[in-house]
């Protein structure tokens, strides 16, 4: 298996995405604080993720087509263009007390921007290198994304407390400006357009996914395991009201999951799964969801931070398990608009799970929310081993599957 780092694009693409990540990162922790300190509302940080879902879900899909037909390096530049945007936003916000307003704008903003960064940048690492590196390429990947998650988090907390959230929005904008004129080096073998661009290629990748049910399973399983057992929105409210940790503390609790995830990504890297792909993600989800539980009955920040760092690591295997399947087992044409629809339910599940946590925290308070979170994907855990044998049964990633004919399915 060959070392993917040897390639100079995918070490370019590396650069771009922990440049882009951190930016994202340090903006969503001050969010976060900002909004609970404007309000004292739970419920308001779960209308901060619904406003980034609801644009991501109707665009990812035209943004899977227009990754398959055009330059994709070109689109993955433009996507991270619109980090700039979304902080200068922000600062602009921050700096004149406008209120929640801007918040929401700019968080529709953002998740417009990541309906075209993802089914661009993660078909590129697929574009860029040959089939025996993506195992290790979507490990170096994760766990590029990772670090910048945790030093995001850290970084943001840190400058919210001594320097507010418009210092923040300020630098997180500088590292997107680094992030979008590193991708414009980056050049990726384009697939010529298979013709006219017709209405029914829109939904091609939706057919393909529910024709595959190893794919349509994997994605399944993590929309709703973390839609029900994902705390992230919660964070400024444990770090404040039950932890008593500050904005120090709460950008602890954000990048531990992610320290948490590139621990496991960097041993993956070197040691790749290489057997019973399908089962190790399973039971990564069960250990996922007791991780979840125990963080929402923890009764210090040592302990919170531990389980985060736990539930980060048991979520990193499973993405990087996705994350694999999805390349090997989708066509070279297709993989913009089939890592779109992946996106779709990634999207419901973090963003949309975060306004399902607001409300949750909202009616039975926020240690409860989490709780019962955790509970409920160690149901679906259950449940998809049952349902999903298929997909329980995948012992190689790297074993393609046929592929599903959805050229006369009848879709429209």
């Known amino acids: 298996m060959s070392d993917p780092l040897q390639h100079p694009g995918f070490r370019r693409f590396l650069g771009a995405y922990v440049l882009g990540t951190l930016a994202v990162q340090m903006q969503v922790v001050a969010i976060g604080w900002q909004v609970y300190e404007l309000t004292n509302r739970p419920l308001d940080l779960g209308w901060v993720g619904l406003a980034q879902f609801l644009p991501m879900a109707l ?107 418009t210092g923040v929005y300020v630098v997180a904008g500088f590292f997107g ?27 091609e990748g939706v057919r393909f996914v529910a024709r595959s049910p190893i794919l349509l399973g994997a994605m399944a399983l993590d929309l709703c395991a973390v839609l029900l057992g994902g705390a992230t929105a919660l964070l400024p409210v444990f770090a404040r009201d039950v932890l008593h ?6 950008g602890a609790l954000r990048a531990s999951p992610a320290l948490g995830a590139v621990l496991v990504a960097l041993a993956l890297a070197r040691w790749p799964i290489e057997r019973h792909a399908g089962r190790v993600m399973l039971l990564a989800v ?50 913009g608009r089939v890592t779109a629809v992946n996106l779709v339910f990634v999207g419901a599940s973090n963003e949309l799970g975060e306004w399902e946590s607001g409300t949750l925290a909202y009616l039975v308070g926020p240690v409860w929310a989490v709780a019962l979170g955790g509970i409920g994907t160690l149901g679906v855990v259950a449940l998809w081993w049952g349902v999903f044998p298929t997909l329980r049964r995948v012992d190689r990633m790297d074993e393609r599957a046929p592929v599903p004919d959805t050229a006369n399915d009848g879709g429209t």
Request: glycine letters at 12%.
């Open 59 to 165: 665009l990812a899909i035209p943004a899977g087509q227009v990754a398959d037909r055009y330059d994709r390096g070109r689109v993955f530049t433009g996507a991270l263009a619109g980090s700039i945007a979304v902080s200068a936003l922000l600062a602009a916000g921050a700096a004149a007390h406008l209120g929640v307003v801007p918040i929401l704008a700019a968080a529709a903003l953002a998740g417009s921007a990541r309906a075209f960064q993802m089914p661009s940048a993660r078909p590129m690492v697929a574009s860029l290198l040959p089939g025996e590196s993506l195992p290790r390429a979507v490990a170096w990947s994760g766990s590029a994304w990772q670090f910048a998650a945790v030093a995001g988090p850290a970084l943001g907390g840190l400058m919210y407390d001594r320097i507010g959230p």
């Open 177 to 203: 400006v680094c992030a979008t004129l590193l991708a414009a080096t980056i050049r990726v073998p384009k697939a010529p357009p298979r013709g006219a661009a017709q209405w029914s290629d829109l939904l």
């Open 245 to 250: 940790a500050g904005p120090i503390g709460l």
């Open 286 to 335: 069960a250990v996922f969801g007791v991780a979840t539980i125990t963080f929402g009955t923890s009764a210090s920040v040592f302990a919170a931070v531990v389980s985060l760092i736990v539930a980060g690591g048991a979520d990193m295997v499973s993405v990087v398990i996705r994350g694999t399947l999805l390349q090997v087992h989708t066509p070279e044409a297709m993989r």
